[in-house]
């Protein structure tokens, strides 16, 4: 495989019963001979398009900022899809979940070497694919160490998933949130309102105890936003 470089794989799911893309980067220094920590991106594809996650991951090494760390991407088939799959009603929410954590990890864990521990994985996505992360999370709080959520869609379910975890001390939570997110269209094309909803997870991530970060930014729903805070994200759950 290439270093430094994103590399396409494919990966049969069972769960979701069709051929699941991977978007894999490994460092320029990418090395058999070392562990790597992991970091398993929803939407994958658009932080790497629109996240310009390679070149920030380049500057962070070269800064000798992170661990050694593999990103592994998941891109969406389509819109229709991705909701099915992330939206807590989507009838493929639950099977995503599951081959987050019973196929795509153990995957990963036998192909690079990775520490294959909790606090060696992360999950990290947007709006709703920061709403799936952080529900795998929580479902497998034993198999991801910290989440990032860029402005995550947030309902009861949401909240209810939040408050089933047992030991906060399991996972470490990153969310921020734009003051503009008061009437986010979405992709049935009604108008949410994001930013109370994700105020009162932020209440229950705080009453639950879990070690945390919140910010709200001056923004709205867009990668616009969601770039520029991309190199704080990383360093919190990966920083040396």
Sequence with gaps: MKKGRINELTLHSEALGEEMELLVYLPENYSDLYKHSV??????????????MTRLLEKLYEEDAIE??????????SVSER??????????NRDYIRFIAHELVPYID???????????RGLIGDSLAATVSLMTACKYPNSFGKVVCHSPYADNQV?????????PAAFDIYQVIGTGETE???TTGEIDDFLNPN????NLIEKKGFSSFYEEFDGKHTWK????????????????
């Design 68 to 77: 050694r760390l593999i990103v592994v991407g998941v891109p969406y088939k």
């Design 225 to 240: 936003y969601w770039q520029r805070d991309l190199e704080r994200a990383i360093r919190f759950a990966f920083g040396k």
């Design 39 to 52: 970091l398993i991106a929803s939407d994958g594809k658009d932080y790497f398009q629109y996240g310009r």
């Design 110 to 120: 036998s192909v690079f070497p990775t520490y294959q521990m909790g606090a060696g």
């Design 83 to 92: 909701r099915r799959m992330y939206h807590p009603d989507g009838d493929r």
């Design 159 to 167: 909240m209810a998933a939040v408050e089933s975890v047992s030991d």
């Design 199 to 202: 105020r009162k997870l932020r």
């Design 184 to 186: 986010v269209p979405t």
